[in-house]
């Protein structure tokens, strides 16, 4: 064990400021999306800027346990970790306590514990640690099943919940394993698959079948072997043709009716500001009236009166855009940018694969979050539900978000001692 001095010695304080800026600038803004007439107890327990304080303060000792154990701990007890998330996942589906119509929480008295918030280190660990052993080649195809099973079980698990927007942040980890050598033709299937899952919702079947066949014909021509490039070309077509034909059932069976109209809308298929359209037509309401500068702390109309549901979870960004205007929302943007490439510019120095596959499971996952949370409070995506880091309202996103970063801060103030 090292010495007590040397615990914060190599620490990045560059993150761990913009963590700070980003939890300070959240909380603000959780204290604007609850103030109103009469908000004198806004800093106790009984209100979300209170309980949010207790968080922030709770994630605090989180941090410094994680930065007191040895940087062994977390290669050593990956596998472990990983099977206890699990096992809570599956737990959650028993006596989960079911909220927004997914039985996704813990009730543990007064307080909800969302067990996919922590599953996400949990998921990100064992995949770290998998494709750190060596003699592993993500070119083999038993090795990418493997590293594909440890990040599907979850998103499975999260699915019966059923957590839409959970998992895909989940799928989004696929992203690691292009860094540790994946064939980037997977990338171009998933591109594929999703331009055909936006031709068959919008479009009709027959629209999405035609497209399908030209770029089957494209494949077997751009092969140019003749014969040869029959064979993937028929079977890019008829796996093509299976794809679109799932995306109706999937659709029509397994989405809820609240998830297909959201889908509807963003796709242009329905138009109702007053029903399914309600939260995102309010949204851009907000957004668009705080104008270059905003209205001011504590000024926003739509924040104070509530037009927006979920104001202080999962939009937030409109407080953030109606108060403080476009100033405010390019700082916040700034913010999420620099620390993202702040941790690929760290994963990149690590001189352990576990530490940099670990890294770049981090930003993936942030950006994930970031990006499809801002992007359904302006309309570019549909709302799946998922919060901004560090400045939704929530006691299990504030934990998760904080371990899941500060385990990469000891990772690589650990670094120096890999090689010793």
């Keep these: 064990m090292r010495n007590n001095k040397s615990f914060f010695a190599n620490i990045d304080w560059t993150l761990v400021l913009i963590y700070v800026l980003m939890l300070l600038f959240g909380w603000l803004n959780i204290y604007a999306a609850n103030y109103g007439e009469g908000s004198h107890d806004l800093l106790t327990m009984a209100a979300e800027p209170g ?3 207790f968080w922030i303060g709770t994630s605090c000792v989180w941090i410094i ?6 940087g062994k701990f977390y290669t050593t007890f990956s596998y472990l970790i990983y099977a206890l998330m699990m096992l809570l996942l599956i737990g959650v589906l ?10 996704s929480w813990y009730a543990l008295g007064s307080f ?16 770290s640690k ?17 590293a594909l099973s440890i990040i599907t079980l979850p998103i499975l698990l999260i699915m019966l919940q059923p957590d839409a927007g959970s998992a895909i942040v989940f799928a989004s980890l696929f ?17 594929f698959a999703i331009m055909l899952f ?4 919008k479009f009709e079947l027959q629209v999405a079948m035609l497209v399908i066949t030209i770029i089957s014909g494209l494949f077997a021509y751009l092969l140019k072997k003749g014969r ?14 299976g794809f679109v034909q799932s995306v109706g059932y999937l659709y029509n069976d397994i989405l809820r009716p609240h998830q297909r109209s959201r889908i509807d809308l963003i796709l242009g298929k329905i138009d109702d500001i007053h029903g399914a359209g309600y939260n995102l037509h309010q949204s851009k309401i907000a957004i668009g009236s705080g104008g270059f500068s905003g209205k001011g702390f504590l000024d926003g109309t739509q924040t104070k009166f509530n037009f927006v549901p979920e104001q202080s979870t999962d939009f937030i960004f409109c407080t953030i855009g109606e108060e403080w205007g476009f100033i405010g929302s390019i700082i916040t943007i700034g913010l999420f940018l620099v620390l993202l490439f702040r941790i690929i510019i760290l994963a990149e120095r690590q001189r352990s694969s576990f530490s940099r596959v670990y890294g770049y499971g981090v930003a993936t996952i942030l950006f994930c979050h970031f990006f499809i949370n801002i992007a359904m409070t302006i309309g570019i995506m549909p709302v799946i539900g998922i919060p901004l880091p560090f400045f939704s309202y929530g006691g299990s996103s504030i934990w998760g978000f904080s371990i899941l970063l500060f385990i990469f801060v000891k990772l690589d103030a650990y670094r120096m001692e890999v090689l010793r």
């Design 228 to 241: 040869n490039s029959i064979k993937p070309a028929i079977i890019s077509l008829v796996l093509g043709l």
């Design 112 to 127: 909800s514990m969302q067990p996919s918030e922590f599953a996400k280190v949990g998921a990100l660990l064992a995949l």
């Design 198 to 201: 936006i031709v068959t919702l």
């Design 130 to 146: 998998y494709l750190s052993q060596l003699n592993i080649n993500l070119g083999k195809m038993d090795t990418q099943i493997k």
């Design 94 to 103: 028993i006596v989960g306590k079911e909220i927004g119509g997914a039985k």
């Design 51 to 53: 309980k949010q304080l």
């Design 65 to 70: 346990l994680i930065l007191i154990l040895d």
């Design 175 to 191: 992203l690691v394993l292009f860094r540790e050598g994946i064939s980037s033709i997977y990338l171009v299937i998933a591109g």
